[in-house]
């Protein structure tokens, strides 16, 4: 069975740090640019991070620059996003993505402009005192 598989969350008190994890299986990642998304209730989907396939390139939300770090372990098929001082306005279930093949705009993918080849079913963070 294809998919990805999102571990790490939890919750956190303001000011703490998470490492949330997206694991593909029955496919290897090195071929594919992977995003997080994050969803809060009653909001609608946002982008948070992005990393082409060989993670030479990256890009952020301006709401997380400084504070998250994405990385990617091709030969360990799991991609990860480090989160630092985390607000309680980070609190979202937090979804990966995988897009096979070259953005030609790689900036337009914290966007959400591009369709997933597949996605994650989410890990809920949570931040609160």
């Known amino acids: 069975q294809l998919q990805l598989v999102e571990s790490g969350g939890g919750l956190v008190q303001p000011g703490g740090s998470l490492r949330l994890s997206c694991e593909a299986s029955g496919f290897t990642l090195d071929s594919y640019n992977i995003g997080w998304f994050r969803q809060a209730p009653g909001k609608g989907r946002e982008g948070v991070s992005c990393?082409?396939?060989?993670?030479?390139?990256?890009d952020y939300a301006d709401s997380v620059k400084g504070r998250f770090t994405i990385s990617r372990d091709n030969a360990n098929n799991t991609v990860y996003l480090q989160m630092n001082s985390l607000k309680p306005e980070d609190t979202a279930t937090y979804y990966c993505a995988a897009y096979q093949g070259v953005f030609v705009r790689f900036d337009l993918c914290v966007s959400g402009a591009y369709v997933a080849d597949y996605w994650g079913q989410g890990t809920q963070v949570t931040v609160s005192s």
């Open positions: 990393i082409s396939t060989k993670g030479r390139k990256t």
